[in-house]
């Protein structure tokens, strides 16, 4: 079936240095890759999105990348700030009109100041 | 009216209640959703409703039953729930696509323990 699996699990790096989340999807039928950031205790929150016809979105400080050849795709945050801690989960529609998402395992990302 | 509002914030219940869970959004959008979250795991989906119809039930138990009134509103009902029931209810929201894929906001969650 659908997986979506993504590396690290935890990635600690120091503040002002940039950091990298990668995830591989099955299905390449998928077309809408979304990220979610989620503080502790609080909602998943959107932060940025790519759909399959684009291989590059940027918003400031964070950019998404997506190999469609090599169904892979991948979060950069640069200069990160404390306020960046959190968990990130990547996620990918595979069915196409319908707005079921899977969603990766996330990643705890913490930042060192 | 940018947000997706849960109430209540927190639900304690034993296992022979019935209570419910509500969302509410103000954006128009046409889908709605309920995701299970556990600890340190990603959010479950249980059910899509799309222009007010289920179109999704991800094989849930029937001591979950969602409901949607109308377009603003998503109800999920809940009756005799096991301990292993506890978890964080979200409920989020997207605007549906006919070019499929776009963002699903997510309400700040019902916090459920049931004992």
């Known amino acids: 079936g659908e997986n979506v699996e993504q590396h690290p699990s935890t990635l600690s790096v120091q503040e002002g240095d940039s950091a990298v989340i990668k995830c591989t999807y099955s299905?390449?039928?998928?077309?809408?890759f979304p990220w979610y950031k989620q503080e502790l205790g609080k909602r998943p929150q959107l932060i940025i999105d790519?759909?399959?016809?684009?291989g590059e979105k940027k918003d400031q400080r964070i950019a998404v990348t997506l190999n469609k050849t090599a169904k892979h795709f991948s979060l950069h945050i640069t200069e990160t700030q404390p306020e960046d801690s959190a968990v990130y989960f990547c996620?990918?529609?595979?069915?196409?009109?319908?707005?079921?998402?899977?969603f990766g395992t996330g990643t705890r990302l913490t930042i060192i100041p | 009216d940018t947000e997706v509002t849960q109430t209540p914030k927190h639900l304690v219940m034993g296992m022979t209640n019935k209570k419910s869970l509500k969302c509410e959004q103000h954006?128009?959008?046409?889908?709605m959703y309920w995701y299970k979250q556990k600890a340190k795991k990603p959010p479950e989906l249980m059910f899509v409703?799309?222009?007010?119809?289920?179109?999704i039930n991800e094989s849930v138990p029937s001591r979950f039953s969602p409901e949607c009134p109308n377009s603003s509103l998503l109800n999920l009902h809940l009756h005799a729930l096991q301990p292993e029931d506890s978890a964080l209810y979200l409920c989020?929201?997207?605007?549906?696509?006919?070019?499929?894929?776009?963002?699903?906001?997510f309400g700040p969650g019902t916090r459920l323990t049931v004992t």
């Open positions: 996620a990918a529609q595979f069915h196409f009109g319908n707005e079921k998402l899977t």
């Open positions: 299905d390449s039928a998928s077309n809408y």
């Open positions: 409703y799309s222009y007010e119809k289920l179109s």
């Open positions: 954006m128009g959008h046409r889908a």
């Open positions: 790519i759909r399959s016809n684009v």
């Open positions: 989020a929201s997207s605007q549906e696509s006919a070019s499929g894929g776009t963002g699903q906001y």
